[in-house]
């Protein structure tokens, strides 16, 4: 296992030197977190409490969610958006039959432009976690829920580069992968209220008396809500009933649950649906 391992970080370790070493992006990289770091802190200073408010209340669970907004907001726009030009900026500078010739596989190409992806993220992102593991000091939330919502966040971001590399995968252009990410965020993130209004507008799914949602419950916007709702206050699951005239109870982890599951799918959709591309090109 271990073995292996080795194996597949040796064989993805050219391609993160190709894109963070040979390109020469280092500027580019810096000012994204160095933007990240100075908006992060005018939120603070604009946000900092009084004293006799600071003396009223814990402020932690206040700091942590503003910090965590903005981590929300910047991975949300940003990593879409760059991971869906992972392989059309490939296509456009006629580079992508290099990457074939490195001698990687589909597997390993994938893994590398997806790790890629991540790490520039986590570089960008990297200023803000001393903020944002310095909020259980000043009370008010603790630091298991705070890993609890870094650990939800990279779920978002897992999911997000694996749609953006699908899409690359499928586009030529970069307007065109860009253009169908934004459709897609709109849809994930309203698409399923509007379903969900649809259907409790046609009573084919809801009764009276219970909470009219389903679809909603895995909008990005409701899980991200109930989990700043557990920051604040305590939760209740809410209860709806099917069609299967069962009860079911969904929460925010749930719904982190089915994009990781989602997450992995298109992983290895990804790397059939790019080898047959490959082979598509070679013939």
Known sequence: MIGAIRKLAGAIKPVIILEYVYRRNHLHNFSYALSALVVCVCILYGQWPSEAEACSRPMGNIFFSYIFFFMITFSTIIVPLRASMIFTLEKEKNTLTLLRFSGLNAMEIIMSKDFACLIFIAFTLSPLIPFIMACPVFGGISYALVCEGLALLTIFIVFYINAGTALSIMFKKNSAAISAMVLLLLAMHLGSYEIDNYLNKSNLFFDK???????????????????????????????????????????????????LAASIMLFLANVKFFEKFLKWREA
């Open 209 to 259: 008396g219970y909470n009219n949602k389903l679809f909603a419950y895995f909008s990005p916007i409701e899980i991200y809500m109930q989990f700043f709702d557990k920051c604040f206050f305590y939760q209740n699951p809410q209860q709806i009933k099917t069609y299967l005239d069962g009860k079911m109870q969904l929460t925010y982890l749930h719904g982190a649950l089915a994009y």
